[in-house]
């Protein structure tokens, strides 16, 4: 019969109860990045009109380049459209993007497409692969977002306000991402990960009542920048020394930082339902004042 063998170096040495349990709520939100195999693919495809180019005329060989130089470049826009586009879904509150660089990756598409058509065969061909290659494109990768979210019948000063604070802080906690990075600790990375989904979590509540801004200034600001700045000398100095000693501060760091974090969340949250409970004891008192009983 049969047996398994396993011992301490082997992949499931450890039993289900000695195993360590993954962080509560790691994947929590977490989505399927869009920008992958099809943008990568991107990259790609105009490799070889390096080899056609040198092997053609010094007219064409000009054309593919910039043809080449084009593509590449429209691949870079998708992607960085893309990242940009999951952004803007993830957050209640988002303006449109400034630069809508999927449309315009359409259009370099287009272009170099176009170039290398001329290049290669003629105007009509040109055009042709041109206008395939904008349609084409459009059609795999749609549109930027054309509009607000998140802006319609509130006030405008304090929802702008509310997202330029958002935009700070995801900048912050994106610079932690990629300094923890530096550390090559996946268990860091995994811990990092999970306070920033705290942290989004009372990024979403001050979205949702823009009037927390106030009270939540310091966590999307200061502290922010803090644990920024506190990763930022750790990760150098872990990826140098190895040290325990400065690794568990560092943990301790976000555990503190986790729970301070989530509390004023969760106060937050209590101020809003107090606020909703006194609006409808006002409104029953002003149904009763008015005479208005229900049958």
Known sequence: MAQRFGGEFSPQGKSRDDA??????????????RAGLRVNLL????????WTAFVSSPAAMAMYLVAFGLLILAAWLTREGIRAEEAYEARKVARRPALPRKMLASVLTGLGLGVVGFAGHGMAEAGI????GAVLHGFSFGVDPL???GMEGVDLHQTDRVARAVDVAEAHLAAMSDAIRRAQ?????????????????????????????????KYLGI???????????FAD????????SAKADYEALLVDLEQNFAARTQKLLSDDAGDVTVEIE??????????????
């Not at 990259?43 to 390096?50: C, E, T, Y």
């Not at 502290?223 to 990763?231: C, E, K, N």
């Not at 006002?282 to 049958?295: D, S």
Request: no cysteine; glycine share 6%.
């Open 129 to 132: 692969f041109a206008v395939l």
């Open 237 to 244: 100095l872990y990826a140098r020394t190895r040290s325990a």
């Open 185 to 217: 600790d996946r268990g860091l990375e995994a811990r990092v990960a999970q306070f920033q989904l705290v942290a989004r979590d009372l990024f979403r509540t001050v979205e949702n009542d823009p009037r927390d801004l106030t009270a939540a200034r």
């Open 43 to 50: 990259f790609l495809v105009p490799f070889p009109l390096i």
């Open 147 to 149: 509009r607000n979210k």
């Open 282 to 295: 006002v409104l029953r008192e002003r149904l009763q004042r008015e005479g208005v009983r229900p049958e």
């Open 20 to 33: 360590p349990n993954p962080p509560a709520g790691s994947f929590r939100g977490a989505r399927r990045a």
């Open 223 to 233: 502290y922010l920048q803090g644990a920024r700045d506190a990763t930022v000398k």
